[in-house]
T-cell receptor, first 113, second 115 residues
Framework: DQQVKQNSPSLSVQEGRISILNCDYT??????FLWYKKYPAEGPTFLISISSIKDKNEDGRFTVFLNKSAKHLSLHIVPSQPGDSAVYFC????????????FGQGTRLTINP | ETGVTQTPRHLVMGMTNKKSLKCEQHLGHNAMYWYKQSAKKPLELMFV???????ENNSVPSRFSPECPNSSHLFLHLHTLQPEDSALYLC??????????????FGAGTRLSVL
């Protein structure tokens, strides 16, 4: 049973527009959420995170939104740039405990010029 | 460059070979992880080490044998692997305290092919 799901395997967005990547989770014990970005032949790179006491966290062009009641988070990238083309993984964890991350399957984002 | 280095980057081995993957971090982190990433699947946690002690073995077959001689180095010893073990093997580490302890930093991975 997959506890973290990214239901869109791929997303294509025009350069300059907003990219919205979605992630759903089932375990209500998760209280810390992260987004990672992965280029081919590289490991995942941490992008942005949010704890469950917040519903929004912003860092430059990247904003993560958390809807706890819906067990849903999203990553907004605006404006989208060609260098944002990558695979994006969401991950969830519990702040207390073993700090294990549970990952989604990833969404491949392509930014078209 | 995240500060987590994995070698080799690519490895091809036969089912009867024995090989080892190496991971090294100089970030002062105290926890290290091995993950497996197969095509179109989420990253699967394999092993967790905290202060050199194994704290998690996620039902990994014994043909994978981890070793953590110190907080900076992690190995994954491989023997009698199967073709379905072909995957990207990722190492990660995380800091000790604060909210940052929830953030794991990954190496570039070893792409393993078992023939």
């Amino acid at each position: 049973d997959q506890q973290v799901k990214q239901n869109s395997p791929s997303l294509s967005v025009q350069e300059g527009r907003i990219s919205i990547l979605n992630c759903d989770y089932t375990n209500s014990m998760f209280d810390y959420f992260l987004w990672y970005k992965k280029y081919p032949a590289e490991g995942p790179t941490f992008l942005i995170s949010i704890s469950s006491i917040k519903d929004k966290n912003e860092d430059g062009r990247f904003t993560v939104f958390l809807n706890k009641s819906a067990k849903h988070l999203s990553l907004h990238i605006v404006p989208s740039q060609p260098g944002d083309s990558a695979v994006y993984f969401c991950a969830a964890s519990q702040i207390q405990g073993a700090q294990k991350l549970v990952f989604g399957q990833g969404t491949r984002l392509t930014i078209n010029p | 460059e995240t500060g987590v280095t994995q070698t080799p980057r690519h490895l091809v081995m036969g089912m009867t070979n024995k090989k080892s993957l190496k991971c090294e971090q100089h970030l002062g982190h105290n926890a290290m992880y091995w993950y497996k990433q197969s095509a179109k699947k989420p990253l699967e946690l394999m092993f967790v080490y905290n202060f050199k002690e194994q704290t998690e073995n996620n039902s990994v077959p014994s043909r994978f044998s981890p070793e953590c001689p110190n907080s900076s180095h992690l190995f994954l010893h491989l023997h009698t692997l199967q073709p379905e073990d072909s995957a990207l093997y990722l190492c990660a580490s995380r800091p000790r305290g604060g909210l940052a302890k929830n953030i794991q930093y990954f190496g570039a991975g070893t792409r393993l092919s078992v023939l």
